[in-house]
């Protein structure tokens, strides 16, 4: 019965229908689902074969489009239920999409999970040029940057970023997380990060074990 609940989510997303996919989280979260598993099953599979059929050209942006808004609308119903048990803060995050990425569905994924854990999230949008992190950091003083980026055109901003956090004098003051589709441990490392995740709810795992650096 939930698999097929699952089945009607992905499709949903697929299909870009926004009150499917809304409704099929609900139903799923009122049959008991695991709000983790609708999260991984339901709609990240959805997003991954959006992205594969783009790249065969079977489908092309106004599809994608839509189909992130699905998805959207889905994570809306879902949210409380991924950021549930917070506590007291136990660290400050900030947290963007590098400039010239608009991509923040994960993004927006790995804020949840972190709030879930227990962070305060200040989540700074989309195209986030380097000097608006920089003074995001002034002003907020947080234990941890996180920085999102899902075009290997767009990557090579975090390096940016961290440049202009030394050369502001803060890098010290900062742990720097990255991740996104086309970031790999072995970029983070180039390009002076502190740590890279590969999934939102191993970038909350990460953001605590940070904190105890
Ligand atoms: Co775009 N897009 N897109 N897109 N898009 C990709 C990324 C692409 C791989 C599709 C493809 O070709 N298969 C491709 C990039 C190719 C490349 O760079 N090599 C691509 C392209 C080319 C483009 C445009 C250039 C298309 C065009 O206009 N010709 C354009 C660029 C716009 C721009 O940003 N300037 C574009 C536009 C769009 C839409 C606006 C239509 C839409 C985004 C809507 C939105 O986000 N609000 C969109 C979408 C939806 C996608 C795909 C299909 C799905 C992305 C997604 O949301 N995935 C994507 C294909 C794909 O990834 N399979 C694609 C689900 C999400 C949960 O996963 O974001 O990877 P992800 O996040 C994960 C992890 O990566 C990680 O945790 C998350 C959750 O587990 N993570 C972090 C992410 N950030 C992290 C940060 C961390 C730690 C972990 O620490 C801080």
Redesign the pocket.
């Not at 010239?100 to 993004?107: C, Y």
């Given at each position: 019965m939930l698999d097929d609940v699952l089945d009607k989510i992905y499709e949903s997303i697929l299909d870009g229908d926004a009150p499917g996919a809304s409704e099929g989280v609900q139903e799923a979260l009122d049959l008991g689902g695991d709000p983790s598993v609708i999260l991984n099953q339901g709609?990240?599979e959805a997003?991954?074969e959006?992205?594969?059929l783009?790249?065969a050209q079977e489908i092309f942006?106004?599809e994608?489009?839509i189909?992130?808004?699905a998805?959207?609308a889905g994570l809306t119903i879902l949210r409380p239920k991924l950021v549930e048990g917070g506590v007291e803060p136990i660290g400050k995050v900030i947290?963007g999409?590098v400039q010239?990425?608009?991509?923040?569905?994960?993004?927006n994924?790995?804020g949840m999970?972190m709030e879930g854990k227990g962070f305060e999230v200040i989540d700074l949008g989309?195209?986030v040029p380097h000097a608006k992190f920089v003074e995001a950091i002034r002003e907020h003083q947080p234990e941890i940057?996180?920085?999102?980026?899902?075009?290997?055109?767009?990557?090579t901003s975090m390096k940016t970023v961290i440049e202009a956090l030394k050369e502001a004098g803060l890098r010290e003051q900062v742990k720097v997380?990255?991740?996104?589709?086309?970031?790999t441990g072995a970029f983070a490392e180039s390009v002076g990060a502190d740590?890279?995740?590969?999934?939102?709810?191993?970038?909350a795992n990460?953001a605590l074990a940070l904190m105890q650096m």
């Open positions: 709609m990240i997003m991954g959006v992205g594969a783009y790249e942006v106004p994608m489009l189909a992130a808004r998805m959207k947290l999409t010239g990425d608009l991509h923040d569905i994960g993004k994924l790995v999970m989309t195209d940057l996180g920085m999102s980026a899902l075009l290997t055109t767009t990557m997380m990255i991740g996104g589709a086309p970031v740590r890279f995740s590969p999934d939102a709810s191993a970038a990460d």
